[in-house]
């Protein structure tokens, strides 16, 4: 693993197992991570921290994942200039897709990723 850290991930998921793993995978990789296990906490730290990349889970208790983007683009958290105006998704529902394109209106570029 090299000194330098390739880009900031939150990642946000309400299961556990699925945040260690791509977490340690993702550290190794060289990235710096960051987890939060629900919407409300991925917002808080996204009050004091620029991210470069938002990895969530779009089906959550609570807040969900599309919640969750919507109060980060409102509130003016993924405005940096820096930020990547990118979105993919593993969404296997169109209505799901159609709802984060609208709520992440300031994507320049949305793109669907198929499920392996």
């Known amino acids: 693993m090299t000194d330098v850290s390739r880009g900031s991930i939150l990642l ?9 793993n791509l977490s340690m995978a993702l550290g190794d990789a060289g990235f710096n991570v960051t987890t939060a296990d629900n919407g409300r906490f991925a917002v808080e730290l996204c009050e004091g921290e620029v991210f470069d990349v938002v990895v969530c889970d779009m089906r959550m208790p609570g807040m969900s994942g599309i919640e969750t983007l919507r109060t ?23 209505t ?3 709802e984060i394109s609208k709520v992440c209106g300031w994507c320049r570029r949305m793109r669907v990723l198929p499920r392996n």
Do not use: K, M
């Not at 993919?88 to 169109?94: E, I, L």
């Open 72 to 94: 980060i683009v409102i509130t003016g958290y993924a405005e940096d200039p820096q930020s990547p105006a990118n979105l993919s998704t593993t969404a296997s529902s169109c």
């Open 96 to 98: 799901v897709s159609r």
């Open 12 to 20: 946000v998921d309400d299961d556990d197992l699925v945040l260690r």
